[in-house]
């Protein structure tokens, strides 16, 4: 979170709250009222909300949430209160290591009674909005395939994954296809073409992500080519929660310019690359 309630000292460091706490500032930023983003809370608990300790993770963010935009009701804490007498999950030791001091048992527990003191006090300091402005006219849509010239004559490829609005400007999510030959390539090349993974098991994340923001692809976009569609398998995975934001054409393709694309046998060990036909159910040109 953006104020200086508890934040850094493990309550809220996970995915888990990272999202959620995004959804949350955003949908406040564009507009929100109290009730919608209750609502958004409330469905993000459905749905992503599962294990005891992402139920910890969930109940002390969702307090600190509604406590930064003045909208904690006094009966709401009753959880709370609950934790700090039953004592905070030892899970969350188990799943981070308890090399780190910072990360001991007593130090959480203690930081949730902070909370707890904290949200006695209603905040005086509730975040103006920032009035932001949605993007509707964006350049692509998700799952289209585009084309990108490199140096020397040679074409690489990404595939949008998804479009979104975050901070007051449209976003472009793309992920790489292993793909560099002086052929312009096609639907039916791209498919032979590879994906590359990351991860563990079933925790595999595609890799080679990339964000563009509209005002930067703004600047850009003419030189990337439309190809066709990819509609993608259920089973694609999720893009990695590492995303490398490029604001420039000259970023975007400085790591094609300076290798083959294709992972090196030391890479090979942490990466894994897939065939991207795997994942599409469907295609058109």
Do not use: C
Request: positive net charge; glycine residues 4%; hydrophobic residues 40%.
């Amino acid at each position: 979170m953006k104020n200086n309630l508890i934040h850094g000292v493990h309550i809220f460091e996970s995915d888990l709250a990272n999202e959620l706490d995004s959804i949350v500032e955003d949908a406040y930023h564009y507009g929100a009222t109290e009730a919608e983003i209750r609502s958004l809370i409330d469905t993000f608990r459905k749905e992503a909300v599962r294990t005891a300790l992402e139920k910890e993770i969930f109940l002390t963010l969702r307090l600190a949430i509604l406590w930064q935009y003045g909208w904690l009701r006094p009966e709401e804490v009753a959880p709370l209160q609950q934790l700090v007498q039953k004592g905070v999950s030892k899970k969350w030791l188990q799943q981070f290591g308890t090399d780190t001091p910072q990360m001991s048992y007593a130090k959480r527990q203690q930081q949730v009674v902070r909370l707890l003191s904290r949200l006695a006090t209603a905040n005086t300091a509730v975040p103006a909005r920032e009035h932001w402005q949605k993007v509707t006219d964006f350049l692509f849509v998700p799952y289209e395939v585009l084309s990108v010239p490199l140096l020397g004559g040679q074409y690489g490829a990404v595939w949008l994954l998804r479009t979104d609005n975050y901070e007051g400007d449209g976003h472009y999510t793309f992920v790489e296809l292993l793909y560099k030959s002086t052929e312009k390539p096609t639907m039916e090349s791209l498919m032979e073409a590879r994906l590359q993974l990351m991860g563990d098991g079933e925790k595999k994340v595609l890799s080679d992500v990339r964000r563009v923001s509209h005002k930067a692809l703004l600047l850009f976009a003419e030189r990337l080519e439309r190809i066709g569609t990819a509609i993608p398998k259920k089973s694609l995975p999720e893009p990695s929660p590492y995303i490398i934001a490029y604001d420039s054409f000259e970023k975007f393709v400085q790591r094609w310019n300076s290798d083959t694309g294709i992972p090196d046998k030391r890479k090979r060990k942490k990466f894994k690359s897939v065939v991207a036909h795997w994942y599409i159910s469907k295609l058109t040109n």
